[in-house]
């Protein structure tokens, strides 16, 4: 396990340096588009002293006798503070002072990589000290927005800030540890390359480096430690203090991110009782956002800018008056409204998983949720999920349970739940299980996945497993049929069984096994 590890940490630094390269050039070509605004390179004192580099973007005639609503943004993991010069530069058009800058311990910023710790939050009330000192900025109207990291911080800093009044929050989590450790399953691929990038342009600090290493050995002596250090970490732990600031928050993001899955989004807006917005999209991490970085047409920042308009400029633009919910599915190319996430998918179907079946683990049956970026990036821009035929699966390694064969199309929408009852031969082990949409040939298009694992079992006694799949919204069409798939290894997820165990499904008369897939009824 420890050369394969190796292995995806150098990957993910090579995807990095990559993104990097473009990504340091965001925004620079479209600078000259905007010559009428000031910008300026600043040197913003932290938290404890750090230096943390930024720019600022003032409204083009800015005169000092006029104020104007200000924007924070803090920047991405591992990219600098260009990254949103293109934004900026659009936002200072429209009547912003913006302020950009790059979280400590990356790039020229001074300090360690704390991930979205206590001094990420204080170094955000800093950055506004100091643009309220410095630059046009109108105290009564601040707002804060993101990608990725910067998202978390964003609504990170809005919990503890009630000077922040609007958040637009892109491609970020609510829960950490629920992202990267969903179903108690290392996401590896996700933690390898946050890590990768971290070392590339970064410094970890050291307890940062220590709970990277505990993850990757499954240390189950610390994991109680990394869930308090995850939760800290976590806008959801603040979900009371956001409410009672009322900051208005726009959560985006897309249906296949192998970092920060939808479903940690969705259940943190229904929580929220402020002015909310939650958009769902095609794609992988930050990939929805993307092309609006370069200063192109992008459906995300265009919604950022008027959910600003409204809630800090007070334009009557009709935002708050739009469905709140906002999802485009993964395969037609229409949006859909709905007035809550409850409303999705609200019908369900269940398909029964009948019978008794044993498989054995170890080995990848060949159905698997694809390679981290690569796979639902393929998805987005030309409907190509992972694959699979599924009457070519192996059931020495892999659970088959189909439908029957739909005669109108199945619009999937929310999230797909999995009961089941399972005997294990060993105290410990992983399961990843498969929602998949199968033609007439058995050719199966992923349409969800999620990892689940156990320690501490009593080998041969039967126990009860929900889970929950990722969150999605996908059409299947008419002809076709769903299966349902488990097995035992992929390439997303560290597995945790022991050589030789086997794993039993069954579904007793008193409490069947089924999946329940959630529907929006034409």
């Known amino acids: 396990m420890g050369t394969s590890r190796k292995a995806l940490r150098t990957t993910a630094v090579g995807a990095v340096s990559a993104t990097l390269i473009a990504g340091s050039a965001l925004g620079l070509a479209p600078a000259a588009q905007a010559a009428n605004n000031s910008v300026r390179f600043v040197d913003i004192t932290g938290d404890g002293g750090t230096v943390l580099k930024a720019n600022v973007v003032t409204p083009a005639g800015a005169d000092g006798r006029h104020h104007y609503p200000l924007l924070v943004l803090p920047t991405s993991w591992g990219l600098p503070q260009v990254e949103y010069l293109a934004q900026a530069q659009k936002l200072a058009d429209s009547g912003y002072v913006v302020v950009t800058y790059n979280v400590r311990g990356f790039w020229q910023s001074g300090g360690q990589i704390e991930v979205a710790g206590p001094p990420d939050i204080a170094d955000a009330t800093k950055v506004i000290d100091w643009a309220l000192a410095n630059t046009p900025a109108d105290a009564q109207h601040i707002g804060m927005a993101g990608v990725s990291y910067g998202a978390g911080i964003s609504l990170l800093a809005a919990a503890h800030d009630k000077r922040i009044k609007a958040v637009a929050a892109l491609s970020g989590w609510s829960d950490l540890i629920g992202s990267i450790y969903s179903g108690r399953t290392q996401h590896i691929q996700a933690a390898a390359l946050l890590d990768g990038a971290a070392t590339v342009t970064g ?200 439908s029957e064969k739909y005669a109108t199309a199945q619009h999937i929408r929310g999230t797909t739940r999995l009961h089941t009852t399972l005997t294990p031969t060993k105290e410990s082990g992983t399961l990843v299980a498969y929602l998949y949409d199968v033609g007439p040939l058995g050719l199966g298009k992923l349409v969800s996945n999620a990892p689940y694992t156990w320690h501490g079992l009593t080998p041969g006694k039967p126990v009860g497993v929900d889970l929950d799949l990722f969150s999605t919204a996908y059409d299947v069409p008419a002809g076709h049929r769903l299966a349902l798939v488990v097995d035992t290894v992929d390439p997303l997820y560290i597995e945790h069984n022991p050589s030789g165990a086997q794993l039993t499904f069954s579904s007793p008369a008193n409490d069947p096994s089924y999946v329940s897939v959630p529907l929006r009824e034409q």
Do not use: C
């Not at 993307?290 to 007070?314: A, M, Q, S």
């Open 203 to 402: 410094r970890e600090s050291p307890e940062v480096r220590q709970v990277f290493n505990d993850f990757y050995a499954s240390n189950l002596s610390r994991e109680q430690e990394i869930i308090a250090w995850g939760k800290k970490r976590s806008p959801a732990t603040y979900i009371d203090q956001l409410n009672r600031n009322g900051a208005a928050i726009m959560l985006a993001n897309a249906w296949g991110d192998t970092i920060f899955p939808a479903n940690g989004y969705a259940d943190f807006y229904e929580k929220l009782t402020g002015p909310k917005r939650l958009e769902l999209r095609p794609g992988d991490h930050a990939t929805a956002e993307l092309t609006g970085l370069f200063g192109l047409p992008n459906d995300v920042w265009t919604d950022t800018g008027r959910w600003f308009d409204h809630y800090l400029k007070g334009e009557d633009n009709g935002i708050d008056r739009e469905q709140p919910v906002e999802l485009k599915p993964r395969s037609s190319g229409g949006y859909e409204g709905y007035p809550d996430w409850k409303s999705v998918g609200e019908t369900r179907k269940k398909i029964a998983l009948a019978g008794t079946t044993t498989i054995h683990a170890n080995v990848d049956s060949g159905a698997d949720g694809g390679v981290i970026f690569l796979s639902s990036i393929l998805d987005q821009v030309a409907q190509a999920p992972p694959m699979a035929s599924i009457p070519l699966l192996p059931r020495w390694w892999a659970a088959v349970w189909q």
